[in-house]
């Protein structure tokens, strides 16, 4: 029996129509020269050859009698009439790049919930935008994929088996598969496996506390050491151990959605990052603290005099592995949006990432994906009920502003039945208390920015977008000479010095 993981599980108790629990993309595809027939048929087609290669399509849950632990999965045989639909787009899609059309189309479309009685993923098929500036077809594709199936590189995976690198599909090889095919479960195998399952996460928490003890004690001094809170505003050093200001975001979200989307040259992007001595995911982060305070100003709002906190994904998934559950935890850093000056606020979100991961490096071995489940379900699924009905996201300080995360993709062009990517815009998850999540994704050459908000908190996500390219243009024309590094320590003097100075 295949038990959901904890984490996996997770994204199952904790969804509600407020909170759907499914990422996905946007993808704008060209159709090829002198396409003829329906896209959505011809996907299905592509989706049927497929299949056999992506067993987190091909499952559906299976639950546990009176809800007692996580259900498992079990074997299934997807309906692609049910799981590839087709949209028709309203006239206005056809003028110009039909962007405005696909975000309401995405924002209209994200609130609805997968049908758990089947696998829990869905395609949408956009038709009705005008041609490509080659003059030819476009159609575009919204995917629906649960987070408790898989996270942000297992989707990656994914796309690996489904997309081509040319337009005509590569063959398939198959080979029989010796598993024996399981479409359910009874109760008693169910009890028995969950017991086990249980005895087995027990078992491995204690062989692994001794362990886990000195992991955490490594992490609290990486922690010390890179915080102010002991160290006094002189250290130079900057927190991530630190609340977030409240801010129109830390609100309980809606069944709303408001989304928008925008790309940038990665190439650019990569020269911005080595110029001033940072990441590409620092970069990322520093559009997006200076997008806030240009939202911000343009509503006429006061910057909070402490910084805005991002809440980052991080993975724990080990370099090959293709599976598809969840292997990801979540970071904080300080996006320093209180410094007006855009170098200072650079050089403080270089230290903070640099903290952060000073201090995960001592966590990522012992960080759970796992745990015993037995009565989790009900303690979690209450827990969220009156999370969200009474409003608690806005009653408790907030640990971060929004979520960001930085999801690399492939640098080629991909095909999909035949038609070319042209986009690849995730669409990903608000939860109360982080009303916007901006994720991106690197593909062909730029970086496609998806950005996901809740529709009461910011109806407006396009123009916080239209920030970000302002921002990435603010980046581009600062004095590179003048880039600050990150912020120095204090020199320690010799020590006959200190002993002088001692006497």
């Given at each position: 029996?295949?038990?959901?993981?904890?984490?996996?599980?997770?994204?199952?108790?904790?969804?509600?129509?407020?909170?759907?629990?499914?990422?996905?993309?946007?993808?704008?595809?060209?159709?090829?020269?002198?396409?003829?027939?329906?896209?959505?048929?011809?996907?299905?087609?592509?989706?049927?050859?497929?299949?056999?290669?992506?067993?987190?399509?091909?499952?559906?849950?299976?639950?546990?009698?009176?809800?007692?632990?996580n259900p498992a999965?079990?074997?299934?045989?997807?309906?692609?009439?049910?799981?590839?639909?087709?949209?028709?787009?309203?006239?206005?899609?056809?003028?110009?790049?039909?962007?405005?059309?696909?975000?309401?189309?995405v924002a209209e479309?994200?609130?609805?919930?997968?049908?758990?009685?089947?696998?829990?993923?869905?395609?949408?098929?956009?038709?009705?935008?005008?041609?490509?500036?080659?003059?030819?077809?476009?159609?575009?594709?919204?995917?629906?994929?649960?987070?408790?199936?898989?996270?942000?590189?297992?989707?990656?995976?994914?796309?690996?088996?489904?997309?081509?690198?040319?337009?005509?599909?590569?063959?398939?090889?198959?080979?029989?598969?010796?598993?024996?095919?399981?479409f359910r479960h009874?109760?008693?195998?169910?009890?028995?496996?969950?017991?086990?399952?249980?005895?087995?996460?027990?078992?491995?928490?204690?062989?692994?506390?001794?362990?886990?003890?000195?992991?955490?004690?490594?992490?609290?001094?990486?922690?010390?050491?890179?915080?102010?809170?002991?160290?006094?505003?002189?250290?130079?050093?900057?927190?991530?151990?630190?609340?977030?200001?409240?801010?129109?975001?830390?609100?309980?979200?809606?069944?709303?959605?408001?989304?928008?989307?925008?790309?940038?040259?990665?190439?650019?992007?990569?020269?911005?990052?080595?110029?001033?001595?940072?990441?590409?995911?620092?970069?990322?982060?520093?559009?997006?603290?200076?997008?806030?305070?240009?939202?911000?100003?343009?509503?006429?709002?006061?910057?909070?005099?402490?910084?805005?906190?991002?809440?980052?994904?991080?993975?724990?998934?080990?370099?090959?592995?293709?599976?598809?559950?969840?292997?990801?935890?979540?970071?904080?850093?300080?996006?320093?949006?209180?410094?007006?000056?855009?170098?200072?606020?650079?050089?403080?979100?270089?230290?903070?990432?640099?903290?952060?991961?000073?201090?995960?490096?001592?966590?990522?071995?012992?960080?759970?994906?796992?745990?015993?489940?037995?009565?989790?379900?009900?303690?979690?699924?209450?827990?969220?009920?009156?999370?969200?009905?009474?409003?608690?996201?806005?009653?408790?300080?907030?640990?971060?502003?929004?979520?960001?995360?930085?999801?690399?993709?492939?640098?080629?062009?991909?095909?999909?039945?035949?038609?070319?990517?042209?986009?690849?815009?995730?669409?990903?998850?608000?939860?109360?208390?982080?009303?916007?999540?901006?994720?991106?994704?690197?593909?062909?050459?730029?970086?496609?920015?998806?950005?996901?908000?809740?529709?009461?908190?910011?109806?407006?996500?396009?123009?916080?977008?239209?920030?970000?390219?302002?921002?990435?243009?603010?980046?581009?024309?600062?004095?590179?000479?003048?880039?600050?590094?990150?912020?120095?320590?204090?020199?320690?003097?010799?020590?006959?010095?200190?002993?002088?100075?001692?006497?």
């Open positions: 029996m295949q038990q959901l993981s904890g984490l996996d599980a997770t994204f199952l108790h904790l969804e509600s129509a407020e909170m759907p629990m499914h990422v996905g993309a946007l993808h704008v595809l060209e159709l090829p020269p002198g396409h003829r027939g329906r896209f959505a048929t011809q996907l299905k087609a592509l989706m049927a050859q497929r299949l056999p290669l992506m067993p987190a399509l091909r499952r559906r849950l299976w639950w546990m009698p009176l809800n007692l632990a999965w079990v074997d299934a045989t997807p309906d692609l009439d049910h799981h590839i639909v087709e949209h028709k787009l309203p006239k206005t899609a056809s003028d110009g790049d039909g962007m405005a059309a696909l975000h309401e189309a479309l994200h609130p609805q919930l997968l049908d758990r009685s089947r696998p829990l993923w869905r395609f949408h098929v956009l038709e009705g935008l005008g041609k490509s500036a080659a003059g030819r077809k476009r159609v575009a594709l919204y995917t629906q994929v649960h987070h408790a199936a898989v996270d942000g590189q297992a989707a990656v995976a994914l796309a690996n088996i489904l997309f081509d690198l040319t337009p005509e599909p590569r063959p398939i090889e198959l080979k029989p598969s010796t598993r024996r095919k399981v009874d109760m008693a195998e169910m009890l028995r496996g969950a017991l086990a399952g249980e005895a087995l996460q027990v078992g491995q928490l204690i062989r692994e506390l001794p362990g886990t003890v000195t992991s955490l004690a490594k992490a609290a001094g990486a922690v010390v050491s890179n915080t102010t809170l002991l160290g006094g505003k002189r250290s130079g050093k900057v927190s991530n151990l630190a609340l977030a200001p409240r801010t129109l975001l830390n609100v309980s979200v809606g069944p709303g959605r408001a989304f928008a989307s925008l790309s940038l040259p990665l190439t650019d992007m990569k020269a911005l990052a080595k110029a001033h001595e940072c990441s590409l995911n620092d970069m990322v982060l520093m559009l997006c603290a200076s997008a806030l305070r240009r939202y911000f100003a343009a509503h006429g709002l006061a910057i909070p005099r402490k910084p805005m906190i991002a809440a980052v994904p991080i993975s724990l998934r080990a370099a090959g592995d293709t599976s598809s559950d969840n292997q990801a935890s979540l970071s904080f850093i300080s996006l320093g949006t209180h410094l007006a000056d855009p170098l200072r606020r650079l050089a403080h979100i270089r230290a903070s990432s640099a903290a952060m991961k000073s201090t995960m490096r001592s966590l990522k071995s012992v960080l759970p994906t796992d745990f015993p489940s037995i009565g989790v379900p009900w303690l979690m699924e209450a827990a969220r009920s009156v999370y969200g009905r009474a409003k608690v996201a806005e009653k408790i300080p907030p640990v971060a502003t929004m979520t960001i995360s930085n999801v690399p993709g492939p640098q080629v062009p991909l095909f999909l039945a035949g038609a070319r990517m042209l986009t690849n815009y995730p669409t990903s998850i608000v939860v109360h208390g982080l009303a916007l999540n901006v994720t991106v994704q690197s593909y062909d050459q730029h970086m496609d920015f998806g950005m996901m908000a809740d529709a009461a908190a910011m109806p407006d996500v396009s123009r916080f977008a239209l920030a970000v390219g302002q921002a990435y243009e603010e980046m581009q024309q600062l004095p590179v000479a003048m880039a600050t590094p990150a912020a120095p320590q204090r020199s320690r003097a010799p020590s006959r010095i200190r002993k002088a100075a001692a006497r």
